[in-house]
C-alpha cells in the first residue's frame, strides 16, 4: 500500500459546483496533514493544513479522520481559478517534517 | 521577501552527462530540502538538510547522485552520470525548522 493515496482524477466540473478530493495515508504514526495546490507547470504551494477538528479557509474546508487515516478537501462554488492539480500531503517526521505527498488530483473547472 | 531561487529553470543534457542544479533558499530559513517530481507524480524527497547538516539522505541515489550544503545556505545537487530516467523536475525548497514548507519553481531536466 502507497504511504499517501488519492483519488486518480482528473476531475472536470462545471463553474459553481462543489468537488471533493479524498486521500488516504497508511502510516498511523503522521503528526500533521496538509493540502499542496499546483499549477501547471509551476512549484507546489501550501493550500491549507488540516486539523482534526476539521478547518475551513472560505470556500474551502478540510477535514481528517485519524481513526480512518483519511483526509478530505471540498471545494465550494468552483472558479475558473481553481483549475489545478491537488496533492495531499503528510508528514510523518513531526517537527522534522518528513512529507510524502500523494500523486495529486488533477481538477478542471469549466466555464 | 525573495522566494527560493533554483537554476537552471532549464536543463537538457545527453545521457552519460554530469549536469548540477543549485538553490538558493529564503533567508533565514534553516531547514533545505531537495526533491524530485516526476511527470503525474507528487514529488519525493532526496535529501533534507538542516543547516548544513544532511539529516535524510536515504532516498538519494548515492551511486550518482550528490549533494552540498557547505556554509548552511545555498546548496547544490549533483548528478553524474545522467541517465534517461532522471529526465524530472527538481525541486529545491526551504523552511525554518517545523514550520510551512516554500518551494522553488524547479530546475526542468530532460536526459536524451
Known amino acids: 500500500r502507497k504511504e499517501v493515496e488519492q483519488d486518480p482524477g482528473p476531475f472536470n466540473v462545471p463553474e459553481g459546483a462543489t468537488v471533493a478530493f479524498n486521500c488516504t495515508y497508511s502510516n498511523s504514526a503522521s503528526q500533521s496533514f496538509f493540502w499542496y495546490r499546483q499549477d501547471c507547470r509551476k512549484e507546489p504551494k501550501l493550500l491549507m493544513s488540516v486539523y482534526s477538528s476539521g478547518n475551513e479557509d472560505g470556500r474551502f474546508t478540510a477535514q481528517l479522520n485519524r481513526a480512518s487515516q483519511y483526509i478530505s478537501l471540498l471545494i465550494r462554488d468552483s472558479k475558473l481559478s481553481d483549475s489545478a492539480t491537488y496533492l495531499c500531503?503528510?508528514?510523518?517526521?513531526?517537527?522534522?517534517?518528513?512529507?510524502?505527498f500523494g500523486k495529486g488530483t488533477l481538477l478542471t473547472v469549466n466555464p | 521577501e525573495a522566494g527560493v531561487v533554483q537554476s537552471p529553470r532549464y536543463k537538457i543534457i545527453e545521457k552519460k552527462q554530469p549536469v548540477a542544479f543549485w538553490c538558493n533558499p529564503i533567508s533565514g530559513h534553516n531547514t533545505l530540502y531537495w526533491y524530485r517530481q516526476n511527470l503525474g507524480q507528487g514529488p519525493e524527497l532526496l535529501i533534507r538538510y538542516e543547516n548544513e547538516e544532511a539529516v535524510d539522505d536515504s532516498q538519494l541515489p548515492k551511486d550518482r547522485f550528490s549533494a552540498e550544503r557547505l556554509k548552511g545556505v545555498d546548496s547544490t545537487l549533483k548528478i553524474q552520470p545522467a541517465e534517461l530516467g532522471d529526465s524530472a523536475v527538481y525541486l529545491c525548497a526551504s523552511s525554518r525548522r517545523g514550520n510551512t514548507i516554500y518551494f522553488g519553481e524547479g530546475s526542468w531536466l530532460t536526459v536524451v
Open positions: 500531503v503528510v508528514n510523518s517526521g513531526g517537527s522534522n517534517y518528513k512529507l510524502t
